[in-house]
């Protein structure tokens, strides 16, 4: 190490040279200080080199807990396996965020599969697979895939996957029986459907 040292201040006292004088000294500590930090960076101990890091991996499975019995009733009805709302959703301290890509790029399809997801999201806590529609709204202008000329368009061209006969801002909207098994398709689609 020292000798590196004494070669490098040597180095750094020819460029420091170079300088007007006035600026001679910030350059040398500025310089000496520069090596210092690469060396610092640059020297691992020998226990950490002898020691393999595991990188930590983020699990994809949810406590059984966290989910409504509805919900595993759904997932069983379908043949799908409890881990994908782990694809889906992030689940801790009953707190529950989407982390679910769409893989769509048709804006109607994409808000259908938020509208089918938000209604998942509602049912893992409460058991009942409904959504809100000035939530959806807010989603679908979050998400980029907000048609506000068609926003109620959709959903009545869709009215099969519903319970509801109108869409308004008070009343929640429930998945219909077709709206339950479109929502199996989207976990499906969304998490490669691996089966129990």
């Known amino acids: 190490m020292y000798e590196k040292l004494k070669k490098e201040i040597k180095d750094i006292l020819e460029i420091v040279k170079e300088c007007p004088e006035k600026f001679q000294e910030k350059c040398f500590e ?6 210092l930090e690469r060396e610092k960076e640059t020297k691992v101990p020998e226990k950490v080199k002898e020691k393999k890091f595991e990188v930590p991996h ?12 509805k919900v595993k009733a759904l997932l069983k009805r379908f043949d799908l396996n409890t881990d994908l709302i782990g694809k889906l959703f992030l689940i801790e301290e009953g707190q529950i965020e989407p982390t679910y890509k769409l893989e769509t790029t048709k804006m109607a399809e994409s808000q259908v599969q938020i509208s089918l997801l938000e209604a998942l999201k509602e049912a893992i806590k409460t058991g009942n ?6 939530e ?8 980029k895939c907000y048609d506000k000329a068609n926003f109620l368009a959709i959903f ?3 009215k099969g996957l519903f319970k509801n006969e109108t869409f308004v801002k008070e009343e929640p909207v429930e998945l219909s029986d077709e709206g339950l098994k479109e ?8 998490t490669g459907g691996e089966k129990e």
Do not use: C, G, P, Q
């Open 183 to 190: 929502l199996a398709a989207t976990i499906t689609k969304l």
């Open 58 to 69: 983020i699990t994809e499975k949810v406590k059984e807990e966290d989910i409504h019995m």
């Open 156 to 158: 009545k061209k869709n």
């Open 136 to 143: 959806i709204r807010a989603l679908y202008k979050d998400r």
């Open 129 to 134: 697979f409904e959504f809100k529609i000035e």
């Open 30 to 35: 500025v310089l000496l200080s520069s090596f």
